[in-house]
C-alpha cells in the first residue's frame, strides 16, 4: 500500500483495526472528538513517559468529550504487557484503547511513518478528528521529542471554541482568552466593523471576549 | 473474541452492555445505561450481533434469548 497523508478538513480515512479494548472502526468514535496518536514503540523510554502523561490528561479529555486512540507496530500481546508494566511500576492505568497495527495499515494509511527517521516505526504523530469524523489538526513531532499535553489540550480547546462562536484564535490562546473576529471580506463589512465594541488594533485584526 | 473468554463466558463490559440491552435501545442509550464509552458500545455490539447475542432493528439493539441465556449463565 502507498503511503498517503491525509489532509485537514477532509473525512478522516476510515479503517477497522485491532486494539486492546477488541476491533473497533474509526466510525466507533463518531460524535466524539479523537486524538489518534502514534507512538514508535512499546517499552520505550519516552513513549513510557508519554503514555503516562496521556492517561493522566484523560480526564481533561473526556470533559471536553474527547476519546483517545493510541497505535504502534507492536502486538496486542506487547501492548497488554506494556501496559501492565506501566500500572506496576508506575501506579498508572491506560484507560484508552492502543491500536495494534503490525501489518502497518492504520500508519501508512495517515502517513505516520517517516522513513528518514525509522522505516520500521511509526513517529509521534497526532491526529485530531472531529465528531463528524473530519481531521481539523495534525501534529508531527521527531522520536527524540516527547509531546507536550497542554498543548494538545489548546488545541482542542481552540477548535471547539472557533467551531462553537464562529471565531479563531490567536497565536499563543488558552482557554478564557480575547478571540480573532472573522477579517471582513468587503469593504462595506470592514467599515461597519468600526464602532462594534471590539478591541481593533486595525480593521482586520479585531478580537472580543467571549 | 474479546466479548467471550476463551472458556466461552463474557467479560464483564460484555456484560454490561447485554444488561443494558434488556430493553431495546440506540448505542447511545446503551452507552449511557452500562457506563460504557461509546465506541466500546458500538464495538461489543458489532460482534455480539455476530454471536447472535443481540438483534438490531432500524438501529436499535436488544439483547435475544441467546444473549440473555449466556448472562443468567454467570460471569
Not at chain 1, 476491533?23 to 513510557?48: E, I, M, Q
Not at chain 2, 455480539?48 to 448472562?71: C, K
Request: aromatic letters at 8%.
Amino acid at each position: 500500500m502507498p503511503m498517503s497523508l491525509p489532509r485537514l478538513n477532509e473525512p478522516a480515512p476510515e479503517f477497522e483495526a485491532v486494539t486492546t479494548h477488541g476491533v473497533v472502526r474509526l466510525s466507533d468514535f463518531r460524535d466524539s472528538w479523537l486524538v489518534l496518536f502514534s507512538h514508535p514503540a512499546d517499552f520505550t523510554p519516552v513513549c513510557t513517559t508519554e503514555f503516562v502523561a496521556f492517561a493522566e490528561i484523560y480526564p481533561e479529555l473526556q470533559k471536553r468529550k474527547v476519546e483517545l486512540l493510541g497505535l504502534s507496530i507492536d502486538s496486542v500481546y506487547s501492548h497488554i504487557a506494556w501496559m501492565r508494566n506501566i500500572e506496576e511500576r508506575m501506579k498508572v492505568r491506560i484507560p484508552f484503547p492502543v491500536i495494534a497495527d503490525l501489518n502497518k495499515e492504520v500508519a501508512t494509511l495517515y502517513g505516520m511513518i517517516m522513513p528518514g527517521e525509522s522505516k520500521t516505526e511509526t513517529s509521534r504523530c497526532v491526529f485530531i478528528i472531529d465528531p463528524k469524523g473530519i481531521l481539523r489538526a495534525m501534529i508531527y513531532y521527531p522520536m527524540a521529542l516527547g509531546r507536550n499535553m497542554q498543548e494538545i489540550l489548546r488545541v482542542i480547546d481552540g477548535l471547539q471554541t472557533a467551531d462553537q462562536n464562529g471565531v479563531a484564535v490567536p497565536a499563543n490562546w488558552k482557554k478564557g482568552d480575547k478571540v480573532i473576529v472573522p477579517a471582513p471580506n468587503t469593504v462595506e463589512m470592514a467599515a461597519e466593523r468600526v464602532g462594534q465594541g471590539y478591541e481593533c488594533v486595525d480593521w482586520y485584526l479585531c478580537k472580543k471576549s467571549l | 473474541m474479546p466479548c467471550v473468554n476463551p472458556d466461552g463466558t463474557l467479560v464483564s463490559s460484555a456484560r454490561k452492555i447485554l444488561e443494558a440491552a434488556r430493553t431495546a435501545g440506540l448505542p447511545a442509550d446503551l452507552a449511557e445505561r452500562s457506563r460504557l464509552p461509546l465506541y466500546r458500545v458500538h464495538s461489543a455490539l458489532r460482534e455480539l450481533a455476530d454471536a447472535g447475542m443481540v438483534l438490531e432493528v432500524d438501529g436499535r439493539y436488544q439483547a435475544t434469548e441467546e444473549g440473555l441465556g449466556r448472562l443468567g449463565a454467570g460471569p
